[in-house]
DNA sequence: GCTGATAATCTCAACGTTGAAATAAAAACA
DNA sequence: TGTTTTTATTTCAACGTTGAGATTATCAGC
């Protein structure tokens, strides 16, 4: 008993005790969407602390965990990042001028974009990654590794329930 | 085995093998991430075919909630939806204009600003009420109620151990 | 009462994303 | 082959938030 959503869903039963019995997804709702914007301030920060954008790190990150030859199309990078076109556009322009990506063209199909990884763009995702996993283990901190597997079942089995296949 | 976080980890694992023991949090922060921003687009899209902005919606049941005389101070609001006060600032213009809230000068101290809900505001916010709960029950449904309470639990952990208590 | 420090809110330019329209290329069909 | 439809990316104005600074009011110590 303590967290701020459990202070929003008695606040709400007091308020409207007609919806008491409906307050229930609250709970993982709202806890889900306060933890969102937790980790978004928490991440953004430490990205800019490297001199990294949040939007760029998770291109870089997208492209090197994809393997040799570090390359997506821009289509791809949109489903895999949950933006939009425009913004994979502007991340990919301005990424460009900073020499950690480059366009390629495909030569059989003119219409799609390769986004490759620079050798400059892939040291700065290894040098990044293993400090960036120590600060996500950091903010995990409060729980045990079993509990956090638990809490990995659970949200997989919601993601999963949510239709968030790899690439679909 | 298969949501699009499993992907992203089994493909970390391959690419650089020395990170794998590393990887464990990405099944916590990495699915907290997706989900945040999955029901960002869920409630915005939801709000927005109430004729309301995201912003708009969180500080109507923010200030419901809070019960008679349904005001807050501008700090409190900031506070609650974890924004920034420029942000509160100008959701408040908007729906001022809108005659959602108005603000009213605390007359002890006249540095504070209450916003206060309309009796507009009050109608309009308890109409959307019960149908946003549905909706989230709605997001919830590939759960069952215990799965959700144990998910809740493990969330709730999570959000105290970060120091996410009511109004800190 | 002054003075300096603290607190609450507002202002505003910069930023990244959205969403719809535009462009351009490929595929499907006649 | 020519035409239509679909696909991939880019463009761009509008939008909400951020973050720093400005403003105004209160508080603490003298």
Same mark, same amino acid.
């Given at each position: 008993m303590g967290d701020a959503v459990d202070v929003i869903i008695s606040q709400w039963a007091e308020e409207r005790p007609e919806l008491e019995d409906d307050l229930w997804p609250v709970q993982?709702?709202?806890r889900l969407q306060r933890l969102g914007r937790?980790?978004? !301030?928490?991440?953004?920060?430490?990205a800019a602390s490297h001199g990294l954008e949040m939007g760029e790190?998770?291109?870089?990150?997208?492209?090197? !965990?994809?393997g040799p030859p570090y390359e997506l199309t821009a289509g791809q990078l949109v489903k895999a990042s949950m933006v939009t076109?425009?913004?994979?556009?502007? !991340?990919?322009? !301005?990424?460009?001028?900073k020499g950690l990506v480059e366009r390629v063209r495909d030569e059989g199909d003119r219409r799609t974009v390769r986004m490759r990884l620079t050798e400059r763009g892939s040291?700065?995702?290894l040098a990044f990654m293993s400090e960036h996993l120590a600060n996500e283990a950091r903010i995990l901190g409060g729980l045990s590794r079993a509990e956090c597997a638990q809490l990995g079942d659970g949200l997989r089995k919601?993601?999963?329930?949510?239709?968030?296949?790899?690439m679909s």
């Open positions: 993982v709702v709202g937790y980790l978004e !301030r928490e991440i953004k920060a430490f790190l998770d291109v870089l990150t997208t492209l090197q !965990r994809s076109s425009g913004a994979i556009t502007n !991340r990919i322009d !301005r990424m460009e001028a040291e700065i995702t919601l993601l999963e329930s949510l239709g968030d296949t790899s």
